[in-house]
């Protein structure tokens, strides 16, 4: 199995940064595709951002542009920079390895951008 840990989440005014991090540990040789997703109040989780083993990339159309997934898999770590933040971007952002029903998931971690 794998474990996540997110972490870098905080409280931003627009038009700041953040960097996030998901670290991952256990079976972590399994580790194929990982993804980032968040979750505002009352709002249904929507998929963020994509990046494969190879280091492909695919974002969401809210956030292309401004934020940036990485990876390091010599440290199991994958990485998103978010740029230019707006306040629609507040949200808890989790990762997810696997699939969205039956993967693993972090516990997620809080992005609140101020107006």
């Known amino acids: 199995q794998v474990q996540l840990v997110e972490s870098g989440g905080g409280l931003v005014q627009a038009g700041g940064s953040l960097r996030l991090t998901c670290a991952a540990s256990g079976s972590v040789s399994s580790i194929s595709t990982m993804r980032w997703y968040r979750q505002a109040p009352g709002k249904q989780r929507e998929w963020v951002a994509i990046?494969?083993?190879?280091?492909?990339?695919n974002y969401a159309a809210s956030v292309k542009g401004r934020f940036t997934v990485s990876r390091d898999n010599a440290k199991n770590t994958m990485y998103l920079q978010m740029n230019k933040l707006k306040p629609e971007d507040t949200a808890v952002y989790y990762c997810?390895?696997?699939?969205?029903?039956?993967?693993?998931w972090g516990q997620g971690t809080q992005v609140t951008v101020s107006s």
């Open positions: 990046i494969t083993s190879g280091g492909t990339t």
């Open positions: 997810n390895v696997g699939s969205y029903d039956s993967g693993a």
